[in-house]
Antibody, heavy 125, light 106 residues
Framework: QLQLQESGSGLVQSLETVSLTCTVS??????????WTWIRRPPGKGLEWIGY???????FYNPSLKGRVTISVDRSKNQFSLNLTSVTAADTALYYC?????????????????WGRGTLVTVSS | SFDLSQPISVSVSPGQTASITCSGG??????LCWYQQRPGQSPILIIY???KRPSGIPERFSGSNSGNTATLTISGTQAMDEADYIC?????????FGGGTKLTVL
């Protein structure tokens, strides 16, 4: 059974960079037609999709994050990572990684399953 | 921008049927997913492509999507179904989530 586990910086200063890693176990990050996705939930708000990376390294990001996001993959470690630069208090959130399902032609269509348990990132000023 | 609207809360008695709606413009033209999230836990996919259940999800969970409204129906609601339910769709190359509905089983 595939499992995902987030790890990384929990408390960061304003304008610094958040770096998170998602470790995938119970399956290979290189198999199948899946996207590897980051989603977050700010306190008291709804879920917000951050972006994904697809096999071969193709990435797609939420335009609202205005070029501050980079998602990368380390297939040798079965991990993918999120870097979010120039953070502010608005980036304080519970960050989840998840597997996304792609069709034969697009990853901009599918569901997210499973999800990691989430890791809390707090931005302090 | 495309938004998904859900009622903040829904209450149901044990054994009865709960219906949770998710509304958005021409939502019936998009594929919709539903997630269940219990307090302190991560979301679990319970419905995808409007009405399909992943393996392991009980048959009492069903979904429909037509026009501007999608509906998650829970038949024979159990106490363990008390959770937040969140709808999700894709629009213009981005993912949209509803705000979530808290289901209370009284």
């Amino acid at each position: 059974q595939l499992q995902l586990q987030e790890s990384g910086s929990g408390l960061v200063q304003s304008l610094e960079t958040v770096s998170l890693t998602c470790t995938v176990s119970g399956g290979s990050i290189s198999s199948g037609t899946y996207s590897w996705t980051w989603i977050r939930r700010p306190p008291g708000k709804g879920l917000e999709w951050i972006g994904y990376i697809y096999q071969g390294g193709t990435t797609f990001y939420n335009p609202s994050l205005k070029g501050r996001v980079t998602i990368s993959v380390d297939r040798s470690k079965n991990q993918f990572s999120l870097n979010l630069t120039s953070v502010t208090a608005a980036d304080t959130a519970l960050y989840y990684c998840a597997r996304g399902y792609c069709s034969r032609t697009s990853c901009l269509v599918g569901r997210f399953d499973p999800w990691g348990r989430g890791t809390l990132v707090t931005v302090s000023s | 921008s495309f938004d998904l609207s859900q009622p903040i809360s829904v209450s149901v008695s044990p054994g009865q049927t709960a219906s949770i709606t998710c509304s958005g413009g021409e939502l019936g033209d998009k594929y919709l997913c539903w997630y269940q999230q219990r307090p302190g836990q991560s979301p679990i996919l319970i419905i995808y492509q409007d009405d399909k259940r992943p393996s392991g999800i009980p048959e009492r969970f069903s979904g429909s999507n037509s026009g501007n409204t999608a509906t998650l129906t829970i038949s024979g609601t159990q106490a363990m179904d008390e959770a937040d339910y969140i709808c999700q769709a894709w629009d213009s190359s981005t993912v949209v989530f509803g705000g979530g509905t808290k289901l209370t089983v009284l």
